[in-house]
């Protein structure tokens, strides 16, 4: 309804953008419904709505660009049906081991090619049908057998009839798959199986980024660092300034996977489409993982903190607003700094600081001052951030804590926070052209 309003008042579409991949997204679904609905009334089957919805579910876009469509679904499975009965040498139950064996044996033959196309289309629609529901596991099994079977139809086939993209969409709607249910229903090892065989397949053309899909391939891989960050993460007792007080046991998150977390998200703020609302959940997650890793210098945080905030101010005047109506499901939460009730002024005092702390930007990169400008360790415990030397209870002073130490070297430290800098800048010129004022504010670094 946003999209056709802003159309209606003459708002253009800008090509190679969120609003205009979401605008095709809409058609297609609405060119295969009305497919269906002339299939209903006159029981001829003119035309194909399995080509365009599968098309549609490539863009990995908002749910709610089908709620339209499948509100017919029986409608589109009798269909979907009706084109597999008359292939009685195949189901949809079939196991990709036994479907591998089939289309070896059928390799010969001319019209093999186009049947093997045409139930992985239909895997692909009963697949994210799966998903749109939120039956995840189910999802995940059906996009498995996609991948497993496009990988030897591939083989097989000269002319396989599927884009490249498929091969990489389906492995993020499997990864999403298992980052969205609860970790008992499908082991970690499950999820990190399946984003290994995503990273295998990060071969992307102009169209891909274009449509937004290698954003949300680095977003894919960003949310299952995060999560294992999580899970191998230890813990820690954080002592108390404050006599009698109970002792706090606080999460320490894992650093090596905390490292790649930040970069995989870093990289995605820059090839997503730069009108995409969600932008603004991604920077989000940059900031947490910025607070949560430990011995990032501030200048670090202000420039992100930055680059966010002018993100905001672009998309406020977008012709597209997220609500959660559109259920556009990046990660299984949105919500990451408002998950902590101190995260949020932890950042705003940090930023604060740009204006107490006197020193020039190059004095203040000097790796001779120690920590005098970089944030403390900061330890997850329960809905808080923890400051390595507060307890839970404590008032959140963020000057104090940075005190100057030549105890040991902070060098790489530094040199991590000036490196995210700099990749932020060469990832945005890359696949944006000129990098925008606000990153080239003189607290920041040249890249």
Same mark, same amino acid.
């Given at each position: 309804m946003?999209?056709?309003?802003?159309?209606?008042?003459e708002?253009t579409l800008?090509?190679?953008s969120f609003?205009?991949?979401?605008?095709?997204?809409?058609d297609?679904?609405e060119?295969?419904?009305?497919?269906l609905?002339?299939?209903?009334i006159?029981?001829?089957k003119? %035309?194909?709505?399995v080509t #365009?919805?599968v098309?549609a579910?490539t863009f990995?876009p908002?749910?709610q660009? !089908?709620?339209?469509?499948?509100?017919?679904?029986?409608?589109?499975l009798d269909f979907?049906n009706?084109?597999i009965t008359?292939h009685?040498?195949?189901?949809?139950?079939?196991s990709a081991k036994?479907?591998?064996?089939v289309?070896?044996?059928w390799?010969?033959?001319k019209?093999?090619?186009?049947l093997?196309h045409l139930?992985?289309k239909?895997?692909i629609?009963l697949?994210?049908l799966d998903?749109?529901k939120?039956n995840?596991?189910?999802?995940f099994?059906t996009?498995v057998?996609?991948?497993?079977?496009v990988?030897?139809l591939?083989k097989?086939?000269?002319?396989?009839?599927l #884009?490249?993209?498929i091969?990489i969409?389906?492995?993020?709607y499997?990864t999403q798959?298992c980052?969205?249910?609860?970790?008992q229903r499908?082991?970690?090892q499950?999820l990190?199986k399946?984003?290994l065989?995503m990273?295998?397949?990060?071969?992307?053309?102009?169209?891909?980024?274009?449509a937004g899909?290698?954003?949300k391939?680095f977003?894919?891989?960003?949310?299952?660092?995060?999560?294992?960050?999580?899970?191998?993460a230890?813990?820690h007792?954080?002592e108390s300034?404050?006599?009698?007080a109970n002792?706090?046991?606080c999460?320490?998150?894992?650093?090596p996977h905390?490292?790649?977390?930040?970069r995989k998200y870093?990289i995605?703020?820059?090839?997503?489409?730069?009108?995409?609302?969600?932008?603004?959940?991604v920077y989000d997650?940059?900031?947490?993982?910025?607070?949560?890793y430990?011995?990032?210098h501030l200048?670090?945080?202000w420039?992100?903190?930055?680059l966010?905030?002018?993100k905001?101010?672009?998309?406020?005047?977008?012709?597209?607003h997220l609500?959660?109506?559109h259920d556009?499901r990046?990660?299984d %939460?949105?919500?990451s700094?408002?998950r902590?009730?101190?995260a949020?002024?932890?950042?705003?005092r940090s930023?604060?600081?740009r204006?107490?702390i006197?020193? %020039?930007?190059?004095?203040?990169?000097?790796k001779?001052?120690?920590?005098?400008f970089?944030?403390?360790?900061i330890?997850?415990?329960g809905d808080?951030?923890? !400051?390595?030397d507060?307890?839970?209870?404590s008032?959140?002073?963020i000057?104090?804590c940075?005190?100057r130490d030549?105890?040991r070297?902070y060098?790489?430290d530094?040199?991590?926070s000036?490196?995210?800098i700099?990749m932020?800048?060469k990832?945005?010129k890359?696949?944006?052209?000129?990098?925008p004022d606000?990153a080239?504010d003189p607290?920041?670094i040249?890249?």
């Amino acid at each position: 309804m946003q999209l056709q309003n802003w159309i209606c008042a003459e708002g253009t579409l800008a090509p190679a953008s969120f609003v205009q991949n979401c605008k095709t997204v809409d058609d297609l679904v609405e060119e295969a419904t009305n497919i269906l609905m002339e299939w209903k009334i006159t029981g001829h089957k003119n %035309s194909d709505p399995v080509t #365009p919805i599968v098309r549609a579910i490539t863009f990995l876009p908002p749910c709610q660009f !089908f709620l339209q469509l499948f509100e017919h679904e029986e409608l589109l499975l009798d269909f979907m049906n009706q084109d597999i009965t008359n292939h009685p040498e195949v189901d949809y139950s079939i196991s990709a081991k036994r479907f591998k064996r089939v289309m070896k044996v059928w390799s010969s033959q001319k019209a093999s090619s186009s049947l093997c196309h045409l139930l992985i289309k239909h895997k692909i629609i009963l697949g994210y049908l799966d998903f749109y529901k939120k039956n995840y596991s189910e999802a995940f099994t059906t996009f498995v057998w996609i991948s497993s079977v496009v990988k030897d139809l591939r083989k097989i086939y000269t002319d396989p009839m599927l #884009p490249k993209t498929i091969d990489i969409v389906v492995l993020i709607y499997a990864t999403q798959c298992c980052s969205f249910v609860n970790q008992q229903r499908l082991a970690k090892q499950r999820l990190e199986k399946t984003f290994l065989m995503m990273v295998l397949q990060d071969e992307f053309s102009i169209d891909d980024i274009n449509a937004g899909i290698m954003g949300k391939f680095f977003v894919t891989c960003g949310m299952v660092y995060e999560k294992m960050a999580y899970s191998h993460a230890s813990e820690h007792i954080i002592e108390s300034r404050e006599p009698h007080a109970n002792i706090q046991t606080c999460l320490k998150l894992l650093k090596p996977h905390l490292n790649e977390m930040i970069r995989k998200y870093i990289i995605a703020t820059t090839c997503m489409n730069q009108d995409d609302p969600s932008l603004m959940f991604v920077y989000d997650r940059v900031l947490w993982g910025l607070l949560v890793y430990g011995g990032i210098h501030l200048q670090t945080l202000w420039f992100f903190l930055a680059l966010k905030n002018q993100k905001s101010l672009e998309l406020d005047y977008a012709p597209l607003h997220l609500c959660p109506e559109h259920d556009y499901r990046l990660f299984d %939460s949105n919500e990451s700094l408002a998950r902590y009730d101190n995260a949020w002024e932890i950042i705003d005092r940090s930023y604060d600081l740009r204006h107490d702390i006197d020193i %020039s930007e190059t004095l203040s990169w000097d790796k001779s001052r120690g920590n005098t400008f970089l944030i403390p360790q900061i330890y997850v415990q329960g809905d808080l951030l923890v !400051f390595h030397d507060e307890t839970p209870k404590s008032d959140t002073k963020i000057k104090s804590c940075l005190k100057r130490d030549k105890t040991r070297d902070y060098e790489n430290d530094i040199e991590f926070s000036m490196e995210l800098i700099r990749m932020w800048k060469k990832s945005y010129k890359e696949h944006n052209g000129e990098i925008p004022d606000i990153a080239l504010d003189p607290a920041s670094i040249n890249s």
